[in-house]
């Protein structure tokens, strides 16, 4: 039994994952903004006690970016844990179980691979829209590291070279900047959306943090309005994907690629979303052997996170190249 945690910036989740990718139990806590790191540290701890008894090993997904394997984590959208110690620090808690870490979108996309989506496909590129803009390469049916264990960050991919909007990560126009949830729900706030009443609890969704009075503002939100035929949630909706058709149009020319899946809160659009993509990719995938390129949504949910970790252990032959445990 695996004890799989998923670190975002608006939630951590943690499970236990059985041998053949089945959740057997899952606890989730919102994550701490604007907290200092052993703050986040004992959110993370707290979630993680109850189910400790039963693991085996330890796989992690985090948002990044990250030093890999050693599992010092920086991530983006959680400005408290600059080079923290993740890995090290989960290796104390748990003396002689291996611990493996990695991004939490690489964990994704391992996880349409080996039980989504993604089964069959030899290349394909994993993707999700949510908080962040991540993914993960699969090439040659294995996981693609990189030097630096930070491949397929997509999501810094550039889309609006020119006056494009301003990056966490500090430069201009990248599809993150666009494409994510908070910023992407700012965006249409800005174009006079006016959300709908939700009924889902605030900070519950993985699509975006804002809020607005009693009324949740997520990417969840924003995709439902544009689903029902809200008009600025619909052009919101076109900014994204435009930017997503884009961006997967090079990682495709680059890589080879014959399958990219999606997930996260902004996945839920339907073809408000995967219309205008699919228009941006096949304008800008003009090569020949780039338009056999499929694109589709995640199948896996919202546990996709926890099964990706767990499979850093369970199926580390495909997923896990380093030599340290």
């Known amino acids: 039994m695996i004890l799989a945690i998923d670190v975002g910036g608006t939630k951590m989740a943690a499970g236990l994952v059985a041998p053949d990718g089945a959740v057997i139990t899952s606890r989730r806590a919102a994550t701490p903004q604007n907290a200092d790191a052993e703050t986040l540290w004992h959110t993370l701890t707290t979630l993680i006690d109850p189910l400790s008894a039963r693991a085996e090993g330890v796989g992690v997904g985090c948002g990044g970016p990250m030093t890999w394997p050693d599992g010092e984590v920086s991530p983006l959208n959680i400005p408290g844990w600059r080079g923290f110690p993740l890995r090290a620090r989960l290796a104390g808690r748990f003396p002689g179980l291996p611990v493996r870490l990695h ?170 979303l995967f219309g205008p993509l699919e228009e941006a990719l096949r304008d800008h995938a003009r090569m020949g052997f780039a338009r056999r390129l499929k694109v589709v949504p995640a199948a896996l949910g919202q546990e996709a996170g926890l099964v990706g970790a767990a499979a850093l252990l369970l199926a580390g032959g495909a997923y896990w190249t380093s030599s340290r445990d």
Not at 235 to 262: K, N
């Open 103 to 272: 991004n939490d979108a690489i964990c994704l996309a391992i996880a349409e691979h080996w039980q989504g989506a993604g089964q069959g496909s030899a290349d394909m590129l994993g993707m999700v829209v949510s908080t962040g803009v991540g993914g993960g390469l699969i090439l040659g049916g294995r996981l693609v590291n990189g030097g630096t264990g930070n491949a397929g960050h997509i999501g810094h991919v550039v889309v609006e070279p020119d006056g494009g909007p301003r990056c966490g990560c500090g430069g201009h126009g990248c599809l993150e900047a666009i494409a994510r949830g908070p910023a992407l729900t700012t965006w249409a706030l800005t174009q006079g959306w006016t959300p709908a009443a939700v009924s889902e609890p605030v900070g519950a969704s993985d699509g975006g943090e804002a809020y607005l009075e009693d009324r949740a503002v997520t990417g969840r939100a924003l995709a439902a309005d544009a689903l029902a035929g809200d008009p600025m949630a619909v052009l919101a909706m076109r900014r994204a994907g435009r930017a997503l058709g884009i961006a997967i149009a090079s990682a495709t020319h680059l890589c080879d690629l014959d399958l990219v899946t999606i997930g996260g809160g902004l996945s839920q659009a339907g073809e408000p």
